[in-house]
Every structure is written in C-alpha cells, then in structure tokens.
C-alpha cells in the first residue's frame, strides 16, 4: 500500500477542495493511504507537521465546490522560503522540511502551487529526494508555462464577469464609467479574458503599452456614457504612482470622463468553483495518481490542447521567462505572460475593444 502526501502552497484560488477531494477518492480505490499537509511548506517547516488523516468522510463532496483550501496555504509569521532567504537560513529550511518529509514516510507527494511554488520546487529538488513528486499546477494568474489552464483561473474570470455584470447597471444609472482593477501579478491573462467574456469597452495588460490619449478618444467616442475599462493590477504608467485603477480614473477624471476606481480584490479567488474548473480539477488529479502508478517524479500535470498529461519540472521551468521574483532576490520563477499571437487581442480590436496600441 502506497501512503501520499498533498499539499496547497502559494495563494488561494478555487478549485482546490475539488482536487484535493478528488484525490482523495481516486487514492482509495487504488488502497493507498492519504494524508494531507497543513498550511504548505510552513507546515512542513516544524518538528511535528500539522497533518490530517484523510478518508472518504473527512472531505464530504459537498466541500468540493468551495474556495479556499481545505488543507491551507500557509501561516502569517511563520517562516518561509522569503524570510529564511532574507535571513541566510535557506540550507536550515530545506534541511527542516526534507526531515519532516522523511518523518512522514511517504512514497509520494503531491503538490499544488503556482509558478512560485513549482519554481521552488525544480530549484531545490534535493528536498524531495526519494519520493514521487507530481505537481499539479493552480492560480488564478494564469502564468504557469507548458500548461494552457491553470486550476483556479475560469473561476476568477467568472467572479470577475460577475463583479463587472452588477457594476454595469450602476454606470448605466449614473452616466459614468468604471476602472476595474483586476489581479494577475505581471501578466494580463485574468483582465483578457475577463474582459472580452464580460464585453469590456478597454483592456489594459502588461504585456501591451496603452496610451492614456488614445483611451480617452476611445471612451469619448463611445456611442455610450457608461462603461467598464478593465486595468490588470500589473501596469504602471512612467511619472505616476498608486494603483493602476486610480492612475486610469485619476487621468480620466482630468479629461472630463466621469468615473470611478472599483476593486474586486480576493472575491476573485473565491467563488463556486465553475464546472469547467472541476472538470479541470478531477482530470489533473487523475493524471497526478496515474503519475505515481507510474513511478514519475519531478513532474507537473499539464493540460496542452485536449490532453492532460504530465510534463517534466525541467521543461515547465526552461520553456518560460526566467525572472527574479520581486518579493524574493534569491527566487528564480518562470512565468508565462499573453503572448502577442493570443488570438483574443485580435478579437478585442475587431470588435472596437481597446487594447493599447497593438498596431
Ligand atoms: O498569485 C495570485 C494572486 O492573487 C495575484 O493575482 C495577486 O497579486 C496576489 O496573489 C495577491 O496576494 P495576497 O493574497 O498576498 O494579497
């Protein structure tokens, strides 16, 4: 009988109850034993890692539709891989959770993160040393290479597009227009898709410059008064500082353009998980179990077209943009951003969307 870890690692995103149920009732089939670590790699990083026994009545199924993680993504003031870096204590910290892995004996480990967290994962190896290590990728960012989904990011479209849907009827009421600020780190993947699912009027990325004149033209020349202009918390504007929504309504509100800065904030990490999303959740969860049959380590479930299957770590990592984690010197992440060929730019200039200056 084979006994497997999982753990959530990073920030939050919908889905992960549903895979870590499904996990749950894939392992029990097979006769495995499953436990899950609490609170990620903080939980690891003790003597005695939080852990709960599971069964199948520990998650019922009516928790697989819920946000959040059932096992938890990490403990404000515990230490972690940035304050063991910032404090020069990166080789104990690696040391501590190989031990507690050791300690728990497992034959393998699955792991569900963001690009931070499989980053850290390919860079420090060794601590996984002698176990299965399969990873399955989530975020709401979608910025995770050699995957075309991340678990998590239909959801937050969809909480976005609701937050937008309500919004609609207030501008419409007031004659006015609203900057919304989506999340996304430094890629634009989140307002994209939002924007062209709810119908926004602009959509600011950061992978495409903007000129703030050419968006007032846009917003002037509206055949509406009211609107929505969609801005990823990922853009910056040289001379201006604050976030990017108010930047947008400030300069706005200078050319005369009624409006307001409105944030949805984390409810995009939160929501019912969409069916797609489940879907999504369940086949990753599968290839993930058929990996440990399959003796894999160091490998990450991928969805590439039609297909989930597993990718290795190695490739996940080099097929990305290597950059520097800005929270972190030491921290090596690769990302994947919009990519110029996204076929939803094309689509948002054909129906009169502004997207910056694409030309
Ligand atoms: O990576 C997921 C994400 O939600 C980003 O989109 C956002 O910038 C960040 O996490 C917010 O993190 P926190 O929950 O620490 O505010």
Redesign the pocket.
Known sequence: MKKIGIMTT????SGLNTIIQRLILGATVRGWQVIGVKDGTDGLNKKDPGIITFDLNTMPIETARLSGSWLGNGHPGAENFETAARENRIEQFNKQINLSLLKLGLDALILIG?N?SLSLAHNNREIYYGLSLVCIPK???M?IPMTDRTIGFETAVQQIVNFCDQLILTARSHHRWFVVQ????DTGN?ALNAGIAFGADAILIPEIKFDTDNLIQHIKKSYRDYGIILVS?GISLRGHSGRPADIISRILTKAGITNRADFPE?T??AGDTTANDRILATSMADCALNAIDNNETYVMTAKIGNEIKTVSLEDFFHSGNIVFDPNIPELKVSNAYVSPNNPLLEIANNMGIYIGETK
């Open positions: 990073g920030g939050d995103c963001g931070g975020t709401i960012d910025d989506t999340m996304g780190r989140l918390e984390h995009q990490r």
